[in-house]
């Protein structure tokens, strides 16, 4: 990855750095919510890609719901999938948990399943996005 990398990229970069951490966590509860932090992060920078490709200012925030929203107001289209919709205020409870709560800790099922349907949905995006390209050109 270059130094040109956008937000898609950098989505794409925390989903890789959580199924690594999942793959080498061992009995570790801190690097299991560092999965979810780096999945949080996922979700977060592809939805701000998807708003910034279509102009739309987004403030600094990582509220995944109040992202949604304001892609929903503008018509956006976020290639939502109905697991990241429907799990959109737990993704932005694990990132203010993670950093402020001490004894906070992720469920592995959650972890696990949240890897996957973010793998999933990033893979989605990606094929929309590569589709949108091929009938620009």
Same mark, same amino acid.
């Given at each position: 990855?270059?130094?040109?990398?956008?937000? !898609?990229?950098?989505?794409?970069?925390?989903?890789?750095?959580?199924?690594?951490? !999942?793959?080498?966590?061992?009995?570790?509860?801190?690097?299991?919510?560092?999965?979810?932090?780096?999945?949080?992060?996922?979700?977060?920078?592809?939805?701000?890609?998807?708003?910034?490709?279509?102009?739309?200012?987004?403030?600094?925030?990582?509220?995944?719901?109040?992202?949604?929203?304001?892609?929903?107001?503008?018509?956006?289209?976020?290639?939502?999938?109905?697991?990241?919709?429907?799990?959109?205020?737990? !993704?932005?409870?694990?990132?203010?948990?993670?950093?402020?709560?001490?004894?906070?800790?992720?469920?592995?099922?959650?972890?696990?399943?949240?890897?996957?349907?973010?793998?999933?949905?990033?893979?989605?995006?990606?094929?929309?996005?590569?589709?949108?390209?091929?009938?620009?050109?």
């Amino acid at each position: 990855m270059s130094g040109a990398a956008n937000l !898609f990229d950098k989505a794409v970069s925390n989903l890789r750095s959580a199924q690594l951490i !999942f793959d080498h966590r061992g009995e570790d509860d801190e690097q299991l919510n560092m999965v979810g932090y780096h999945l949080q992060k996922a979700v977060e920078l592809a939805l701000k890609y998807l708003l910034e490709q279509d102009g739309i200012e987004y403030p600094k925030t990582h509220d995944v719901d109040q992202l949604i929203r304001m892609g929903r107001e503008a018509a956006v289209e976020l290639h939502l999938s109905e697991y990241v919709e429907d799990h959109a205020e737990m !993704f932005s409870q694990w990132e203010a948990r993670l950093r402020y709560v001490v004894e906070y800790a992720i469920e592995e099922r959650k972890a696990e399943r949240a890897l996957r349907e973010v793998d999933d949905y990033l893979a989605a995006v990606a094929a929309k996005l590569n589709e949108e390209m091929d009938d620009g050109e």
